[in-house]
């Protein structure tokens, strides 16, 4: 049995805490992921699934609960350390990209290298091997407007692995895409979870994108309300 890279229990959270208007969006959720696996949470637009993402991805805290990533507790750790446990071990693809404008492909994947006090020439050399790997290497001096949304969220991808993290978290990854290239997109996931072994949470709307995972949990109304293994089982 792989051993547990994630680790939520009775994960609660609150927004307006205190307040009239307080409002609970999860209410005490239990999930484990083990290293390795490729997991998807689904749910509707307001079933509590980017809260999850967020606390999961130490974006966000939560309000009561605790959670161990790979045997560290983070509800425990200050900003900095948060800061820097984000940076090292989970890489983060958005459905907008969030790519930085007016600055090279190349410079977008060294972004986070740089936070990490990489040196220069390192980074460039792994920018570069890593818009390699997704197939980015001819457009590397590309600005985000020069690219169609599939090179886009590749050299988003790029940029996720660009600490070498044990963890990717997509967040409705091939939701701004066409079919054909959102397909490209998630055969780039299998291939860094079955080739580099990286442990994905993939979130998602799709039944279809799910059912390519190995478990797809169910999210609803803040509740895990079901879990059932997908087709990579």
Do not use: W
């Amino acid at each position: 049995m792989e051993e547990v890279i994630i680790d939520l229990k009775n994960i609660v959270k609150r927004f307006y805490e205190g307040q009239t208007n307080e409002l609970e969006i999860l209410h005490g959720i239990d999930l484990t992921v083990r290293k390795g696996e490729f997991v998807s949470i689904v749910g509707a637009s307001g079933s509590g699934k980017t809260t999850l993402m967020n606390i999961i991805g130490i974006l966000d805290r939560a309000s009561e609960g605790s959670y161990y990533l790979d045997g560290l507790d983070v509800s425990e750790a200050k900003e900095r350390e948060l800061s820097n446990i984000r940076n090292e071990k989970i890489g983060f693809v958005f459905q907008t990209y969030n790519l930085i404008p007016r600055t090279s492909a190349l410079k977008n994947v060294e972004l986070p290298m740089l936070y990490a006090k990489v040196s220069r020439k390192e980074r460039t050399a792994r920018a570069k091997e890593l818009l390699e790997m997704v197939e980015m290497g001819e457009r590397m001096r590309h600005k985000p407007d020069e690219l169609s949304g599939g090179q886009k969220q590749r050299v988003a991808i790029a940029r996720a692995m660009a600490n070498d993290p044990s963890i990717i978290l997509a967040d409705e990854p091939t939701g701004a895409l066409d079919s054909k290239t959102g397909r490209k997109i998630m055969d780039l996931f299998h291939k860094l979870n079955k080739e580099q072994g990286k442990t994905i949470v993939l979130i998602t709307h799709s039944p279809e994108l799910a059912a390519e995972t190995e478990r797809i949990i169910t999210i609803k109304d803040g509740n895990i309300i079901g879990e059932e293994a997908g087709g990579l089982c």
